[in-house]
């Protein structure tokens, strides 16, 4: 569905928040919406809910073997969540309804990558949470987990492979990767995966414009926005960019105030769907944005990372406020869930109703168009340095002509579309560990990947198209 190469390399190298990180959701959007209408609720007929609980009975009653009851309910409640086909709605059981519930209010620990599955095998929904260990490993949206410590995880359930792949700070996990027809290895330590969710400063070059990036949309987001802004201005900002790439989403009544800060009360920030047909929107007003208005020129960044309610923000900037969007398209989700409590403290996580940009266009799996086009240089594509072994010279495979690649883009004279580790690659990788003070080998071990992959993703940095074309159309104004 999605072309899983189209996710900038830097934002791994270089660097919601939420459980299915690591607890079963995929893509997603956690909406704590109060909606003004009560959907339509259509119980199931008496009739079928008999033959379930039949069969529950049948196997209490007769089963040979070791019963865990609980276990049974909850695996019926999944299957329900599982057979409507949707990767956005799902059953949490207490302990990942827990960690949901934490991931959008504190900080846990993790890899922080989010996960759901694919053909039956784990795969990472979205792009990994900025500076967190998968990011910075270069896991990528679309990667599946084939092993975690050697382990297969073909046959396990997402819960049982989260299980494996969640611990404590400090410690590390390994994990096998297949990304289209490469497979490759990553080692990972563990991290707090703290949530400070808005980041800013002055553009070096032109003190007078500050430079916001949003990392997701969690419950302190607006409040750390409208603090970042006012900090910015004090110190000289007459204009800003938001920088929405790679940023998966998260709560709707949080995006719905940060948007309605940029736009003139009475605007359109979001229109929605019910299953019926019904429609309706919210729109901007002092009752969402506290009377706060950012009347400075702005613009925003998006990319194939930023989803939902990235989306919805930028959706209603670029309609309503008249702001233009700079990157490429966007993920394209365009669905709302709603997470209810249960009575036993396990949650539901369900979709709900589509949401619609303010002129009524539904960009689900289709994504936001930008109004300027601007990516990253090609090798900004490439995949992370495998770290199944240590490559030398001599060695022949498809990950010694990534990192041929990787060191042709930093200008080194390698065949950059070879696959053997030639005496170029050698003298190369040397330069390289000589100028970064790392033992001179020859030879791509674990730091010397690592060191690679940085130097690559500070290259990228400098060479930020559409960071350079969004500073261009504010310094016009």
């Given at each position: ?61 007769n089963y040979v073997g070791k019963i865990d009851e ?326 022949s495979s498809p990950v010694v002509k990534n990192i ?54 500070k290259k990228i940095k400098e060479n930020d198209q ?12």
């Amino acid at each position: 569905m999605k072309n899983t190469q189209q996710v900038p390399f830097h934002q791994y190298i270089i660097s919601i928040v939420c459980v299915a990180f690591l607890v079963g959701g995929g893509s997603y959007i956690y909406f704590d919406h109060q909606y003004k209408k009560q959907l339509a609720n259509n119980p199931a007929q008496s009739g079928d809910l008999r033959k379930v609980d039949n069969l529950y009975n049948e196997i209490v009653t007769n089963y040979v073997g070791k019963i865990d009851e609980k276990k049974l309910i909850d695996g019926a409640l999944k299957g329900m969540t599982e057979a409507l086909d949707d990767p956005y709605s799902s059953y949490l059981n207490e302990p990942e309804a827990d960690e949901l519930d934490q991931s959008l209010a504190g900080s846990f620990e993790g890899i922080g990558a989010t996960m759901t599955m694919t053909n039956e095998l784990p795969s990472v929904a979205q792009a990994p949470i900025e500076g967190s260990p998968a990011a910075k490993a270069g896991m990528k949206t679309g990667d599946t987990i084939l092993k975690v410590d050697e382990e297969e995880t073909e046959g396990k359930t997402l819960s049982q492979v989260v299980s494996k792949i969640r611990g404590k700070k400090g410690t590390e996990v390994r994990l096998t990767i297949a990304r289209g027809d490469e497979t490759f290895e990553l080692k990972l330590t563990r991290d707090t995966i703290p949530i400070e969710t808005v980041k800013g400063e002055l553009d070096k070059s032109d003190s007078t414009i500050g430079s916001i990036k949003i990392i997701s949309f969690g419950e302190n987001t607006y409040n750390e926005l409208k603090k970042t802004i006012k900090t910015l201005r004090k110190a000289g900002a007459k204009s800003f960019v938001i920088d929405l790439r790679q940023n998966p989403g998260g709560l709707l009544d949080q995006v719905e105030q940060m948007a309605s800060m940029f736009l003139e009360d009475g605007k359109t920030i979001i229109k929605f769907e019910d299953k019926n047909g019904n429609t309706s929107e919210d729109t901007a007003s002092s009752n969402l944005d506290g009377g706060f208005k950012v009347t400075e020129p702005t613009v925003v960044l998006v990319d194939e990372g930023s989803a939902s309610a990235s989306e919805i923000f930028a959706a209603a900037l670029k309609e309503s406020g008249n702001k233009k969007i700079i990157g490429t398209k966007t993920f394209g989700k365009g669905t709302v869930q709603t997470v209810k409590n249960l009575s036993d403290k396990s949650e539901i996580k369900l979709t709900v109703l589509k949401w619609l940009t303010p002129n009524g266009k539904w960009i689900h799996e289709k994504g936001l168009e930008p109004s300027i086009k601007a990516d990253y240089p090609d090798y900004a594509y490439l995949s992370p340095i495998s770290r199944d072994k240590t490559f030398k010279q001599g060695d022949s495979s498809p990950v010694v002509k990534n990192i041929n690649a990787l060191l042709h883009a930093l200008d080194y004279e390698v065949d950059g579309n070879s696959s053997d580790f030639s005496e170029q690659t050698k003298t190369a990788v040397s330069a390289l560990q000589t100028g970064s003070n790392l033992p001179i080998t020859g030879e791509v071990d674990n730091d010397t990947a690592t060191q690679i992959e940085s130097e690559v993703g500070k290259k990228i940095k400098e060479n930020d198209q559409a960071y350079d074309v969004a500073l261009k159309e504010l310094q016009k104004k």
